[in-house]
């Protein structure tokens, strides 16, 4: 009788989940992209689609692996709930790439680009935390990362609030307000994201230490 169903998965789970933050961190550069070029949108938008679907189809390999596998060697509900922010992270960029690209946008608020440039970073920070689930060590590189991933955050709530401001006190066009207001809420929300997924993968190395 076949008993390996029922060892633990950790290198499994681990290569699965830094593959998903992979696919994050493409998103990221495309965003990227499309923020600091502004132009080709169809293109970036096409491209963030096709980055979904397959971070959708890594989605549903951990679920399923998790859903048919007797022992893991973290919490389940943690592992659940890390590739469900992961998945959320690529969804928002998506998102916000695709309404840049339907509203028509042609021109650029330069808080588009600030965010953008927290994103990249953010990006590069949850793939070396993705990465360190494979260790389970509490470093002080995991304590470095996770203060920057926080101070990222709290630039992303600064340029929100000061952009929504701006908008109020400079009598723009309604309809631009509402459109770029859609498109910063989704920024500011991907931003939280990523604290969150960071948070997580913290939690699933403190539990296990």
């Not at 830094?18 to 491209?47: I, P």
């Not at 400079?170 to 989704?186: A, C, F, H, S, T």
Request: hydrophobic letters at 40%; charged letters at 35%.
């Amino acid at each position: 009788m076949n008993l390996r169903f029922l060892l633990p998965k950790q290198t499994i789970f681990c290569d699965y989940i830094a593959e998903l933050a992979n696919l994050q961190r493409e998103m990221a550069k495309n965003f990227h992209g499309l923020a600091n070029e502004f132009k080709n949108f169809e293109e970036h938008a096409r491209k963030a689609q096709e980055i979904e679907h397959l971070a959708d189809e890594q989605t549903y390999k951990i679920v399923h692996e998790l859903n048919h596998t007797f022992i893991i060697p973290f919490d389940r509900e943690d592992i659940y709930k890390v590739v469900q922010e992961l998945d959320d992270v690529v969804d928002l960029m998506e998102n916000v790439i695709s309404n840049i690209h339907v509203y028509g946008i042609k021109t650029k608020e330069k808080s588009l680009v600030e965010f953008s440039d927290l994103i990249d970073e953010a990006s590069k920070i949850l793939v070396e935390l993705s990465n360190c689930l494979s260790g389970l060590k509490y470093t002080p590189r995991l304590r470095e990362l996770k203060k920057r991933m926080h101070d990222l955050e709290s630039r992303g709530d600064r340029i929100f609030r000061r952009t929504i401001s701006e908008f109020f006190t400079n009598g723009q066009n309604p309809m631009r307000v509402i459109k770029w207001k859609d498109i910063l809420e989704d920024l500011e929300r991907i931003m939280d994201k990523y604290q969150e997924v960071g948070d997580t993968i913290e939690g699933i190395i403190v539990k296990f230490n």
